[in-house]
């Protein structure tokens, strides 16, 4: 808060009893004020500052110069901009320049000076070289030179109508002059010691006639007499810099030095002071009544209900001199700044960020306890925000504080922590009162359940702490890996997991079963909504109700796969939080698509442009979502917490509906001028853009179009900003555009654009009644013709079925032969397949299957050993000293030792078990059921084989063993790789033991 300064000065009785009569007249109105407040759905108080979003302009994104030098919005909706390079208008998504280029309008010079709407909506514009401008409503320039109208060729830098609809039209260090309507041009020169040279551009006429003139030597007014003089000394002002601005209630504020003062007759006391900011050099005052104020270097501020506050820390602001302000139709406020545009805008989310005050940016979950206190749980570890809005740290641990991971409220109003690393705190009165760790993995999720018991969410399966004492249920059926969510609904423990949903209840475990087809896997969170609970998941959401579930996920409208939390508010909507941001639908049509009565969901997204701090969620945290007790709806970002508020929302939804405007027609791809009436020529391509004039969301408006003659009824077109109309039909027809918000109805004053299309010469009717008369000419000739032509055909014919039949005969015979080729070839093919289908699996010296099909296998094998529960056992062999083989008795006898390890291989497996060659020497045997004794059985029996063979691969004497690793599954192995690791490593150390021999894993 910066200081504001008010006068106060001697105090007389007199004094005195004004001051009591005036507190009772201001104490009147602001009950007034107060109840019709009530009875208004206009919202009184603006959001706070820092919640507002600021969007930055510059040359980057089309402006044609970073120096804006005015602001105004005519009643058409567009927003103009005056800058050193040209007129510039914006319609919300691009910016148009007009500048001496263009041809319609050129402009007479490209330094624009200053922009002024008229009360008739008309669009004034003057330059640097004393030149004017007006633009109509209709959208049409006409211009004035300085050079024919005899006036100053130098900067008009502001100017203003009068009463009369005179403009008056301040010219840089010249001095003053008035257009009147007749045309007629008068200038006035200053007298002696009124700094009128030094103007300002800031000029504002009063609703008693008075002009008032911004310098910089002090205050200059006009009065209604005409005269001429300086006047900040008579207005009590600051001596220098000093310059007025008209409210839109006709208040007439004068702004020197650091104070601002608002003239009340024949006085101008002083109601702002503000130290500290420099010269202020925009002022504007918005339809709440607040205050903003641009200074020359210090940013912008806005005096209010809420005090001065300035924007957001973090947020764009303007670079240098702040130039103008202005607030748009929709309550925006625009600053024209030396470093571009500026637009300061509520937005439907607010924040709460590190900036605030929170210990971390990174939030993962928050709950709301019986006091209406918020609780915040990030990687910064735990916050705590009081009823006065406050932000406080809450001491877990000396040193750093655990990053949190999930919250729960017991129903002593104690609050337990879950933290990274397995600990879990007990906090009452915000101090720790218990502390427990070893938990394994991260604690996820906590959940009460109706007994007093605390259910704990480990990596391990759910775990349960009562009076201190933590027990693992031995219950079947319970998860037994990560735990992602637990919520107690209806005297049940619902348990979320990456092995999907499980539902406890007395004693009893009810698995959910998620459709193997949608590929869902992790559920992140239950709500209980009715009679029916729904779950969040990575394949979107399910609702389960009477031990039937339905599916609301991509296929049905849903714009992520992956959402985290869905909290239902009080006025029927339902938010879904995502990695996307957050998500907004009806619950009523969410049902309606659950129960099959609607095959799509209608959403809205919402992200950073509608003002939340980060669109990405967090899941397998919780409660990463929640309803507080005010109907607000909160949310865990991966930058702070974001909260909306629904009524808020039901606010945004229902504001006024955009503009639609034309924009441009092209026939035939070329830029057509249009107007009401026009005549198009016929068999052409008509191409009509549009926009919406709002300036909240641009991209997100919606569209739908009707061409009166053509179609029936109307056509949404999305955000489709042009219609294509090709080969209309000759007629008359009315073109009608209409624009509407996301959440918003349609403008009921849509765009029209009446025109008719020209018939082609061939669509004339006299053209139409010739050719008919023409055509049954033709066709009595024809017939007459035809019946000569059908004789002479007819001989023909038959000569032709004759020769045709012949030529079929010859035909068949042919394709009879070339069949039996056919299906000799196909055989080669098929026999030929087989074997390359053979080779791709199998081993060609061992007919073992060979590594691809070994890898395959194991991988089948290992998870279907996790899914069933039963052992697996990996054993790779490998023959020793194989190479001395190769290189005493050549590579034929190590060809034949290797197919006969195949063969004994081969014999020693189960139908169940798969033997396989995995590289030159190396073996592998996947046992499947089976014990590591029962590894140990089928080595030793192999290894006695192997021992009483004495002639391996032909050669007398020749011996050879066979070295093993072992290893089983564990229930932590996640890949088959890691099997296969603990296999090796078994073998390596089996030959380096000497060889001969099983060693395990």
Not at 338 to 353: H, M, P, V
Not at 388 to 403: E, F, H, I, K, N
Not at 489 to 499: F, H, K, P, R
Request: aromatic share 8%; charged share 25%.
């Amino acid at each position: 808060m910066r200081p504001v300064d008010t006068i106060a000065g001697p105090r007389g009785p007199v004094a005195r009893a004004r001051d009591l009569w005036r507190a009772f007249v201001l104490l009147t109105v602001c009950m007034c004020s107060a109840a019709a407040a009530a009875d208004s759905p206009a919202r009184a108080v603006p959001g706070p500052l820092h919640d507002y979003a600021v969007d930055h302009w510059t040359s980057r994104e089309g402006l044609p110069h970073n120096s804006i030098r005015d602001l105004a919005q005519t009643p058409d909706g567009y927003l103009w901009l005056a800058t050193w390079e040209g007129l510039v208008r914006y319609d919300g998504l691009e910016f148009v320049v007009y500048d001496r280029s263009t041809p319609a309008p050129a402009l007479p010079d490209n330094g624009v000076g200053s922009l002024y709407v008229d009360p008739a909506g008309a669009l004034w514009l003057s330059d640097s070289r004393g030149n004017l401008g007006r633009r109509d409503p209709q959208g049409v320039f006409r211009f004035w030179t300085s050079a024919d109208a005899g006036w100053p060729q130098v900067l008009i830098h502001a100017m203003a109508m009068d009463a009369q609809g005179s403009l008056w039209l301040l010219f840089e260090g010249r001095g003053l002059g008035c257009l009147h309507p007749d045309g007629r041009f008068e200038f006035f020169e200053a007298p002696a010691g009124v700094p009128l040279p030094l103007s300002y551009p800031h000029m504002a006429i009063g609703d008693d006639g008075r002009l008032w003139i911004g310098g910089m030597g002090g205050l200059v007014v006009r009065d209604t007499d005409g005269t001429l003089r300086a006047a900040s000394s008579v207005w009590g002002l600051a001596s220098g810099l000093a310059w007025p601005y008209r409210a839109p209630d006709g208040t007439i504020w004068l702004v020197a030095g650091d104070s601002v003062h608002r003239v009340e007759g024949t006085r101008a006391p002083r109601v702002h002071r503000i130290p500290g900011q420099g010269d202020f050099t925009a002022m504007l005052q918005d339809r709440q009544g607040d205050l903003w104020l641009g200074s020359e270097s210090r940013g912008l501020l806005r005096i209010g209900a809420r005090g001065i506050e300035a924007p957001p820390a973090d947020a764009a602001r303007p670079s240098g001199r702040i130039v103008q302000l202005l607030e748009d139709a929709e309550g925006s406020v625009w600053a024209g700044a030396n470093g571009g545009l500026f637009r300061f805008r509520e937005t439907l989310f607010t924040r709460l960020l590190a900036r605030d005050g929170l210990s971390g940016d990174y939030v993962r979950a928050l709950i709301e306890d019986d006091a209406g206190r918020l609780w915040i749980g990030g990687s910064g570890g735990l916050d705590r925000q009081g009823l006065d809005g406050r932000l406080q740290p809450v001491v877990l641990q000396p040193g750093v504080a655990p990053s949190v991971l999930s919250l729960a409220l017991g129903a002593d109003g104690d609050l337990w922590v879950g933290a990274y690393g397995g600990r879990v705190l007990r906090l009452r009165d915000g101090r720790v009162v218990a502390r427990l760790e070893g938990f394994p993995g991260h604690i996820r999720a906590i959940e009460t359940d109706g007994d007093g018991a605390v259910w704990i969410a480990t990596h391990s399966g759910p775990q349960r702490l009562v009076d201190g004492r933590v027990s693992t249920p031995r219950i079947p059926g319970l998860p037994t890996g990560l735990v992602t969510s637990l919520a107690w609904i209806d005297d049940a423990l619902w348990i979320g997991s990456v092995e999907g949903a499980s539902v406890l209840q007395d004693g009893r475990v009810r698995h959910v079963a998620l459709p193997p087809v949608d590929g869902a896997r992790t559920v992140f969170a239950f709500r209980g909504i009715g009679d029916a609970v729904w779950l969040a998941t990575d394949r979107g959401l399910y609702r389960e109700r009477d031990g039937v579930l339905a599916h609301v996920g991509l296929d049905q409208g849903m714009p992520v796969d992956t959402v985290f939390q869905i909290v239902p508010d009080r006025l029927g909507n339902a938010w879904i939080t995502s990695n996307r941001g957050m998500l907004r639908a009806r619950m009523d049509d969410l049902d309606a698509v659950a129960n099959g009565r609607r095959g799509r969901i209608a959403l809205e997204r919402y992200d950073e442009i509608d003002g939340m701090s980060n669109a990405q969620g967090n899941g397998s945290s919780s409660p990463s979502a929640i309803l507080r007790r005010d109907g607000s709806v909160w949310m865990a970002t991966a930058r702070g917490v974001s909260a909306v508020d629904p009524e808020r929302w039901r606010t945004f939804s229902t504001r006024r509906p955009p503009k639609p405007r034309i924009e441009s027609v092209r026939i035939d791809g070329v830029a057509s001028p249009w107007r009401d009436g026009d005549r198009l020529p016929g068999g052409t391509r008509l191409s009509v853009s549009y926009v919406g004039l709002s300036f909240l969301m641009s991209e997100r408006i919606r569209f739908r179009t009707r061409l009166d003659g053509l179609d029936a009824d109307w056509i949404e077109r999305g955000r489709q900003r042009s219609v294509d109309f090709v080969g209309l039909p000759p007629g008359d027809y009315v073109l009608r555009i209409a624009a509407a918000h996301p959440d918003g109805g349609w403008s009921t004053d849509e765009v029209e654009w009446r025109f008719a299309v020209a018939p082609l010469w061939w669509q004339r009717r006299s053209v139409q009644a010739l050719g008919g008369a023409l055509v049954l000419l033709a066709l009595a000739l024809a017939y007459r013709g035809r019946i000569r032509r059908y004789r002479a055909a007819n001989d023909r014919l038959s000569q032709l079925v004759d020769d045709r039949t012949r030529a079929l005969q010859r035909q068949t015979e042919q394709l009879i032969e070339a069949d039996s080729e056919k299906t000799e070839l196909l055989g080669r093919l098929r026999t030929q397949a087989e074997t390359f289908e053979r080779e791709a699996y199998e081993d060609a010296l061992t007919a073992l299957p060979n590594r691809r099909s070994f890898d395959a296998a194991l991988s089948r094998e290992f998870a279907r050993a996790q899914r069933r529960r039963q052992p697996l056992c990996l054993m790779v062999l490998d023959v020793d000293r194989f190479k001395a083989i190769n290189d005493v008795h050549s590579h034929a006898v190590g060809d034949a030792v290797l197919r006969q390890v195949g063969m004994l291989l081969a014999g020693a497996c189960r139908v169940s078990d798969i033997a396989a060659r995995i590289g030159g020497e190396e073996f592998a045997m996947i046992l499947v059921d089976a014990s590591r004794e029962d590894a140990h059985v089928v080595y030793t029996r192999l290894r006695e084989t192997f021992a009483g063979r004495h002639d391996w691969g032909g050669v007398d004497g020749l011996h050879v063993t066979i070295s093993a690793g072992a290893a089983m599954l564990d229930p932590l192995d996640t890949a088959p790789a890691q099997l296969m690791r603990r296999a090796d490593v078994a073998l390596y150390r089996a030959k380096s033991e000497g060889r001969d021999r099983l060693c395990d894993g």
